[in-house]
Structure formats: structure tokens, C-alpha cells
């Protein structure tokens, strides 16, 4: 965890920042680190025996660190994705906030790890809609596309290993200390926090030297 935080805080401090959308670059920056500590927070404070009511603060301020990952860097993608199709980014921002809220509200009210997975679902929807549009209309750089796709591969897969306690459920007791479904999963997200983060700054640099004057499909 501390070295992906520590990654980010780096290339803040040194002036990484892209100079002509700094708010883009914290809407990116800020949510991912936060993540990564509440998460850190999360693991210290797990096993003390405090109680279930303390657990489940815990739990809930891990799960709205992770949320918010998914939440706040989607203003650049759509931004960049619809690039040259301002009704259309207006459109998808307001379709992707308004269900993003009413899943907050889910989230909240949710008792069981099955009703809080929902909203993640709902938004993964939304986030590889996105991506299809983009996708079909060539917008934005490749190399952000391809990364795009790696944030959605990564997360999913990572989501359906830790689910299935995958590979421990096929070795019981082989994987208790290392490689186990929990741990696979934190590295997936890791690495899908970076590819989301790579994805914004390729799209940056890429309309830094393009316009919508040559952009096509064809």
C-alpha cells in the first residue's frame, strides 16, 4: 500500500501535477492515495478486539476509500473520452453522478457484502459503456484506451478472485501467508489504480498535441 502511496505523493510534491488540468490531476492523485491509507488503516486496526460495531466503521470507511477511486477519476475519462463531443461528456456526466449517488445511498444502507458489491457492479456498467464509446469512436490516445481496458481487466478479475477465495479454495492451508485471493486482489487494484492513473496522463498529453479538428472514426 505504502509504496503506491508513496508513488503518488512523490510526483505531487516534485511538481507533477499536468500544468494545464492540475484539478484533473488531483481528481486522479487525491482519491487513490486516500484509498490506499484508509486501507492501510483498515488492515492495523482489524484484529483488535473492539467489538463488531468498530469492525463495521472500519469496514465502511475501507469501502467509501475504495468507492471513491472509481468515483472521482471518471471526471477525466469522460472528459478526455468525449473529448470532442461536449453533448455527449455533458450527457454521460450527469448519467454516470446521478446513479453514482443513488449507489451511495445503497452502499450506506447495505448489510451483507453481497448488497455492497451492487454498486461497484452498477458503476463497472457504466465505466465499460464508456469505454465501448470510446472505443467505437476512436477518441482519446491508444495507449489510454489500452490502459482503460487494463483498469477494467485488473479490477474485475480482481473482484472475482477475492470473492471465490481463489486459489486457497483449491489448497487449503497452502496460501495462508502469501499469494492467497485477498493479497492477489490488493495487487490487481494497485495495479489498476496505476493503469487509471497512466490512462488519464496519456490522454492528456495526447489532446496537449491534437484537436478536434483531426480527429475521426475513419
Same mark, same amino acid.
Given at each position: 500500500?505504502?509504496?503506491?502511496?508513496?508513488?503518488?505523493?512523490?510526483?505531487?510534491?516534485?511538481?507533477?501535477?499536468?500544468?494545464?488540468?492540475?484539478?484533473?490531476?488531483?481528481?486522479?492523485?487525491?482519491?487513490?492515495?486516500?484509498?490506499?491509507?484508509?486501507?492501510?488503516?483498515?488492515?492495523?486496526?482489524?484484529?483488535?478486539?473492539?467489538?463488531?460495531?468498530?469492525?463495521?466503521?472500519?469496514?465502511?470507511?475501507?469501502?467509501?476509500?475504495?468507492?471513491?477511486?472509481?468515483?472521482?477519476?471518471?471526471?477525466?475519462?469522460?472528459?478526455?473520452?468525449?473529448?470532442?463531443?461536449?453533448?455527449?461528456?455533458?450527457?454521460? +456526466?450527469?448519467?454516470?453522478?446521478?446513479?453514482?449517488?443513488?449507489?451511495?445511498?445503497?452502499?450506506?444502507?447495505?448489510? +451483507? +457484502?453481497?448488497?455492497?458489491?451492487?454498486?461497484?457492479?452498477?458503476?463497472?456498467?457504466?465505466?465499460?459503456?464508456?469505454?465501448?464509446?470510446?472505443?467505437?469512436?476512436?477518441?482519446?490516445?491508444?495507449?489510454?484506451?489500452?490502459?482503460?481496458?487494463?483498469?477494467?481487466?485488473?479490477?474485475?478479475?480482481?473482484?472475482?478472485?477475492?470473492?471465490?477465495?481463489?486459489?486457497?479454495?483449491?489448497?487449503?492451508?497452502?496460501?495462508?501467508?502469501?499469494?492467497?485471493?485477498?493479497?492477489?486482489?490488493?495487487?490487481?487494484?494497485?495495479?489498476?489504480?496505476?493503469?487509471?492513473?497512466?490512462?488519464?496522463?496519456?490522454?492528456?498529453?495526447?489532446?496537449?498535441?491534437?484537436?478536434?479538428? +483531426?480527429?475521426?472514426?475513419?
Amino acid at each position: 500500500h505504502f509504496s503506491i502511496l508513496f508513488f503518488f505523493l512523490h510526483r505531487t510534491i516534485s511538481g507533477g501535477a499536468w500544468p494545464g488540468a492540475p484539478g484533473f490531476y488531483y481528481a486522479a492523485v487525491v482519491p487513490l492515495s486516500v484509498c490506499l491509507l484508509c486501507s492501510t488503516v483498515y488492515h492495523t486496526f482489524m484484529p483488535l478486539p473492539y467489538g463488531e460495531a468498530f469492525y463495521q466503521k472500519l469496514l465502511l470507511i475501507d469501502y467509501l476509500s475504495v468507492y471513491n477511486t472509481m468515483l472521482w477519476p471518471q471526471m477525466y475519462a469522460i472528459y478526455w473520452s468525449l473529448y470532442c463531443y461536449p453533448e455527449m461528456q455533458k450527457q454521460a +456526466n450527469v448519467v454516470y453522478y446521478s446513479v453514482s449517488c443513488a449507489c451511495v445511498v445503497l452502499a450506506l444502507r447495505a448489510t +451483507n +457484502n453481497r448488497q455492497r458489491l451492487v454498486p461497484f457492479g452498477v458503476q463497472s456498467l457504466l465505466r465499460l459503456a464508456l469505454l465501448g464509446t470510446r472505443v467505437y469512436l476512436r477518441a482519446g490516445s491508444p495507449e489510454g484506451t489500452q490502459l482503460y481496458i487494463a483498469v477494467e481487466v485488473t479490477g474485475i478479475l480482481g473482484g472475482l478472485l477475492n470473492a471465490a477465495r481463489c486459489p486457497e479454495l483449491f489448497r487449503p492451508g497452502a496460501f495462508d501467508f502469501v499469494f492467497n485471493s485477498h493479497q492477489l486482489m490488493h495487487i490487481l487494484t494497485a495495479v489498476c489504480q496505476l493503469c487509471c492513473f497512466f490512462a488519464g496522463q496519456a490522454d492528456y498529453y495526447y489532446w496537449e498535441v491534437h484537436s478536434c479538428d +483531426n480527429h475521426s472514426r475513419d
